[in-house]
């Protein structure tokens, strides 16, 4: 197995399939997926012929997700990186009026 798996625990798959699952981190700084030795859904696909990788997993709030994107807080679901986004633009807004 590549040494840039980093496993950060288990999770089912979003399939509600029973096989065992990991979480893992697909390179260094990168984004985590849905990982098993044993393809537990037809959609899941082969990783470096050592095993299959599923979905994406936000890292802030851990659930399974189509899709990630990178912010400066690391790899999110689109849900918390648009909280991030307004909670920036809200603390922006409110320092300049303070400061007006």
Known sequence: ????????????????????TEIKQMWPGGPLRQYSNQRPASNWIPYD?????????????????SGVYQTLEGWMCAEH????????????????????
Do not use: W
């Open 81 to 100: 990186r648009d909280n991030i986004q307004i909670q920036r633009l809200s603390g922006k807004n409110s320092h300049r009026r303070a400061a007006a």
């Open 49 to 65: 012929g050592v095993g299959y990788v599923g979905s994406y997993v936000c890292n802030s709030c851990g659930k399974v997700t």
């Open 1 to 20: 197995m590549k040494e840039a798996f980093k496993t950060s625990g288990s999770s089912p798959t979003d399939e509600g399939d029973s096989s065992p």
